[in-house]
């Protein structure tokens, strides 16, 4: 089965401060691709970052980073420097490479407020 | 290059009526999946389409909802004899080939009175 757990439902961080969101998936494919979409208030899906399953390195965007670690089947996002325009819900995602399907799973979500 | 469009944006629907979803992919992707986001859930992905065929439809519920994807014109996800329970947000995102990047559309909210 092809699942993609995100624990915690809500987070909160002060602004400036940092903060993790936890995604641990499920799959027994070799080859595919891990994402972090925000989802603001508009409900148009923003892709944060990704990953591909093959890459050692981390990703990393600007303030954004992960912490991929593909033997324990997890992939937590870091915000840096977090700032009022980060709060939105974080879904963690996952794609196989070359499936007949392609197509996303995505975990329940995590509500991220920032805190002035 | 414009975005995945969607329309409408907002779709109010009394119980028992038909509901048309459309989606106009990115200029150039003939390649199309819809996903469904009930309330405080994530995406689930429903049908992968390409231009003129289903290729995967495993997410789809068995009866009222079906999918199209002509040779012109934009891809329609059609629910008929809507219930409570299909009120949800809508997404469908597309891509060029089939392995390639997906692009979300800003989606559908369906409400059903």
């Known amino acids: 089965a092809q699942t993609v757990t995100q624990s915690q439902p809500e987070m909160s961080v002060q602004e400036a401060e940092t903060v993790t969101l936890s995604c641990t998936y499920d799959?027994?494919?070799?080859?595919?691709?891990l994402f972090w979409y925000k989802q603001p208030p508009s409900r148009q899906m923003i892709l944060v970052i990704r990953?591909?399953?093959?890459?050692?390195q981390n990703a990393t965007e600007n303030r954004f980073s992960v912490n991929f670690q593909k033997a324990a089947k997890s992939f937590s996002l870091k915000i840096s420097d977090s700032q009022l325009g980060d709060a939105a819900m974080y879904f963690c995602?996952?794609?196989?490479?070359?499936?007949?399907?392609?197509?996303?799973?995505f975990g329940t979500g995590t509500s991220l407020t920032v805190i002035p | 290059n414009a975005g995945v469009m969607q329309n409408p944006r907002h779709l109010v629907r009394r119980r028992g009526q038909e509901a048309r979803l459309r989606c106009s992919p990115m200029?150039?992707?003939?390649?199309v999946y819809w996903y469904r986001q009930l309330p405080e859930e994530g995406l689930k992905f429903m049908v992968y389409?390409?231009?003129?065929?289903?290729?995967?439809e495993s997410g789809m519920p068995k009866e009222r909802f079906s999918a199209e994807f002509p040779k012109e014109g934009p891809s329609i996800l059609r629910i008929q004899q809507v219930v409570r329970g299909d009120s949800a947000a809508y997404f469908c995102?597309?891509?060029?080939?089939?392995?390639?990047?997906?692009?979300f559309g800003p989606g559908t909210r369906l409400t059903v009175l």
């Open positions: 995102a597309s891509s060029l080939l089939r392995g390639n990047e997906q692009f």
């Open positions: 799959t027994s494919e070799s080859d595919y691709y």
């Open positions: 990953q591909e399953a093959y890459k050692q």
């Open positions: 995602a996952y794609r196989v490479v070359g499936s007949t399907g392609n197509q996303f799973y």
């Open positions: 200029k150039g992707h003939s390649h």
């Open positions: 389409l390409q231009k003129e065929n289903i290729i995967d």
